[in-house]
């Protein structure tokens, strides 16, 4: 019972420590109890079984945290306009597996090779963990530690050096330290060793804040210019307005809100036109795709040209499904599909564009899809076994084709060189700054996230947005369907915002910034790191053993 306990005391500190709704700090101890309860369950229970019991109890953790954080995804809809479960328990149950695994394996690790050992392997294993979720197919970075201090930024100002895996690696730390504490105390009763312990773990938790604070209330950035934006929020129900209404209503109700919407004021007095006009992923054609190789003729993309013309030297950017039909001798990738009623070949995208007169109309194609969603994982091995099922999460139900690298779109007007991420791609720090790499002095977001309707999920996807513009220390104009559309400053600071579902514009003086931090330069090296101390840590073992016998 005891230990049953201890596992629900940290699935409760895990999910009540979470953004938007929770207070972070009890992430330092949130993994304490599960770590006293692995190791009562190998050192003291008469338990038969005790990996297993250790792996449920662990994943009863995990599911609570899991279900607790991303319970909002129920509020998907299925085709009949009922809730869908599939869609929450699917990656619940899932994620919460996973990281069970990955307990199990400190557990086995720390029985083989001690405490100590177990301890420093515990911060490596769920650090590479973490880093897997950042790159594998089945990507759900959703609840890396290092998101959960995104509504408190103003603490973690230090994220422009070691960014939100440098967190993880701190919390874990925080984690280890208290628990070491806890069990010296216990082993012991030594006051003297007691605040000793305390005080070092004192110091990790809140140094990191002080020196961040003071960076924060000390920061200054040097602005290279500043670009005039027009966020666009078209608020359409994704389930029966986006993708049921008329192309050509939705582009002119579009178009009209950025025409209403196209003088700023400067202090006051001054007068100035719009630079660029942000629209929402997804936002055009509606019903159906864009054909890439039809961009000059589309009346879709030609009207906004000709919006563009009655404002000179504006630029248009935004999202829109589109496709693009291969001929028979080109080379078809895997995510290409073959539509036998017309005889082609051809892939779907989900896709970013900047609409420029008298130009070509440049793409970028979402790379960071969503599982179930945009990808069928491992597409290669599962397909032969699954055919074409895919869980119906809101939104496509086919695989969609990607870019390979990151592009940036330059303005031929202005300095600004915008990075055009799409939606969940802002959850991936590391793969941001391959946009400011590219010469990126801006980044605009352009998202979708009312599937979910008024919950966590658009909160919190919101709120990591603050810590790509820390990591990177680029202010970010950030378009969403439904809200909240923001602009939010290199500090993390959301300057300005337009509520959830509201429908209308937001207007920004934006500053355009080219330094480039320290982790723009090495992104996720903690994470790399952590890869080397696990192999050496595995090689430890039969090293270990080698001179054992030989003594």
């Given at each position: 019972?005891?230990?049953?306990?201890?596992?629900?005391?940290?699935?409760?500190?895990?999910?009540?420590?979470?953004?938007?709704?929770?207070?972070?700090?009890?992430?330092?101890?949130?993994?304490v109890?599960?770590?006293?309860?692995?190791?009562?369950?190998?050192?003291?229970?008469?338990?038969?079984?005790?990996?297993?019991?250790?792996?449920?109890?662990?994943?009863?953790?995990?599911?609570?945290?899991?279900?607790?954080?991303?319970?909002?995804?129920?509020?998907?809809?299925?085709p009949?306009?009922?809730?869908?479960?599939?869609?929450?328990?699917f990656?619940?149950?899932?994620?919460?597996?996973?990281?069970?695994?990955?307990?199990?394996?400190?557990?086995?690790?720390?029985?083989?090779?001690?405490?100590?050992?177990?301890?420093?392997f515990?911060?490596?294993?769920w650090?590479?963990?973490?880093?897997?979720?950042l790159v594998?197919?089945?990507?759900?970075?959703?609840?890396?530690?290092?998101?959960?201090?995104?509504?408190?930024?103003?603490?973690i100002q230090?994220?422009?050096?070691l960014?939100?895996?440098?967190?993880?690696?701190?919390?874990l730390?925080?984690?280890?330290?208290?628990?070491?504490?806890?069990?010296?105390?216990?082993?012991?009763?030594?006051?003297?060793?007691?605040?000793?312990?305390?005080?070092?773990?004192?110091?990790?938790?809140?140094?990191?804040?002080?020196?961040?604070?003071?960076?924060?209330?000390?920061?200054?950035?040097?602005?290279?210019?500043?670009?005039?934006?027009?966020?666009?929020?078209?608020?359409?129900?994704?389930?029966?307005?986006?993708?049921?209404?008329?192309?050509?209503?939705?582009?002119?109700?579009?178009?009209?809100?950025?025409?209403?919407?196209?003088?700023?004021?400067?202090?006051?007095?001054?007068?100035?036109?719009?630079?660029?006009?942000?629209?929402?992923?997804?936002?055009?054609?509606?019903?159906?795709?864009?054909?890439e190789?039809?961009?000059?003729?589309s009346?879709?993309?030609?009207?906004?040209?000709?919006?563009?013309?009655?404002?000179?030297?504006?630029?248009?950017?935004?999202?829109?499904?589109?496709?693009?039909?291969?001929?028979?001798?080109?080379?078809?990738?895997?995510?290409?599909s073959?539509?036998?009623?017309?005889?082609?070949?051809?892939?779907?995208?989900?896709?970013?564009?900047?609409?420029?007169?008298?130009?070509q109309?440049?793409?970028?194609?979402?790379?960071m899809?969503v599982?179930?969603?945009?990808?069928?994982?491992?597409?290669?091995f599962?397909?032969?076994?699954?055919?074409?099922?895919m869980?119906?999460?809101?939104?496509?139900?086919?695989?969609?084709?990607?870019?390979?690298?990151?592009?940036?779109?330059?303005?031929p007007?202005?300095?600004?060189?915008?990075?055009?991420?799409?939606?969940?791609?802002?959850?991936?720090?590391?793969?941001?700054?391959?946009y400011?790499?590219?010469?990126?002095?801006?980044?605009?977001?352009?998202?979708?996230?009312?599937?979910?309707?008024?919950?966590?999920?658009?909160?919190?996807?919101?709120?990591?947005a603050?810590?790509?513009?820390?990591?990177?220390?680029?202010?970010?104009?950030?378009?969403?369907?439904?809200?909240t559309?923001?602009?939010?400053?290199?500090?993390?600071?959301?300057?300005?915002d337009?509520?959830?579902?509201?429908?209308?514009?937001?207007?920004a003086?934006?500053?355009?910034?080219?330094?480039?931090?320290?982790?723009?330069?090495?992104?996720?090296?903690l994470?790399r790191?952590?890869?080397?101390?696990?192999?050496?840590?595995?090689?430890?073992?039969?090293?270990r053993?080698?001179?054992?016998?030989?003594?």
């Amino acid at each position: 019972m005891k230990n049953l306990l201890l596992a629900l005391i940290s699935g409760v500190l895990l999910a009540i420590s979470w953004p938007t709704y929770g207070i972070p700090f009890f992430i330092f101890f949130a993994f304490v109890p599960l770590l006293m309860m692995e190791h009562n369950i190998q050192k003291f229970s008469n338990i038969k079984k005790k990996s297993l019991a250790i792996f449920g109890l662990s994943y009863l953790t995990f599911v609570i945290w899991n279900a607790v954080t991303t319970g909002w995804l129920y509020n998907s809809k299925l085709p009949d306009g009922s809730n869908s479960l599939l869609a929450v328990l699917f990656p619940v149950l899932t994620n919460s597996f996973f990281m069970a695994l990955v307990f199990l394996a400190y557990h086995f690790y720390k029985k083989s090779q001690g405490t100590y050992f177990g301890l420093v392997f515990f911060v490596v294993i769920w650090m590479a963990f973490e880093k897997l979720h950042l790159v594998w197919e089945f990507t759900w970075p959703w609840l890396n530690l290092g998101n959960v201090f995104a509504d408190y930024h103003q603490l973690i100002q230090w994220y422009d050096t070691l960014g939100a895996t440098g967190g993880s690696f701190w919390i874990l730390i925080c984690n280890v330290l208290a628990f070491y504490t806890l069990r010296i105390w216990e082993a012991g009763r030594i006051r003297k060793s007691l605040i000793k312990n305390v005080s070092m773990l004192a110091g990790f938790i809140v140094l990191p804040m002080l020196i961040s604070l003071v960076k924060y209330y000390n920061y200054s950035p040097k602005s290279v210019g500043t670009l005039n934006v027009t966020m666009l929020q078209p608020a359409l129900d994704p389930y029966n307005e986006k993708y049921q209404k008329d192309s050509l209503t939705i582009q002119s109700d579009l178009l009209k809100l950025a025409s209403e919407n196209s003088i700023i004021k400067f202090r006051g007095k001054e007068t100035q036109n719009i630079d660029l006009y942000l629209a929402p992923e997804t936002s055009l054609p509606g019903l159906g795709s864009i054909s890439e190789r039809g961009f000059n003729n589309s009346l879709l993309i030609n009207n906004i040209k000709t919006f563009l013309t009655q404002h000179p030297k504006s630029v248009f950017s935004g999202g829109i499904s589109s496709h693009y039909v291969y001929a028979d001798d080109e080379e078809k990738p895997v995510t290409a599909s073959f539509l036998e009623r017309q005889g082609i070949w051809v892939d779907e995208y989900n896709s970013a564009i900047q609409i420029i007169p008298n130009q070509q109309p440049e793409v970028y194609h979402k790379a960071m899809l969503v599982p179930g969603v945009e990808i069928f994982p491992y597409i290669n091995f599962f397909k032969p076994i699954l055919g074409n099922v895919m869980l119906d999460l809101g939104g496509t139900t086919r695989s969609l084709g990607v870019s390979t690298e990151r592009k940036v779109f330059a303005n031929p007007y202005n300095k600004s060189v915008i990075a055009p991420i799409i939606c969940y791609e802002s959850v991936y720090g590391e793969y941001v700054t391959d946009y400011v790499k590219k010469g990126a002095n801006l980044l605009t977001i352009v998202t979708n996230d009312s599937w979910w309707g008024f919950s966590q999920g658009h909160k919190q996807l919101l709120a990591y947005a603050k810590l790509r513009a820390i990591e990177t220390r680029r202010e970010i104009a950030r378009s969403a369907n439904s809200g909240t559309s923001a602009h939010i400053n290199s500090r993390g600071d959301i300057v300005d915002d337009l509520p959830y579902g509201a429908k209308g514009a937001l207007i920004a003086k934006v500053n355009l910034i080219d330094h480039e931090t320290f982790y723009t330069k090495s992104g996720d090296f903690l994470s790399r790191l952590s890869l080397f101390v696990i192999g050496a840590l595995l090689l430890f073992i039969p090293g270990r053993k080698y001179l054992t016998r030989k003594k």
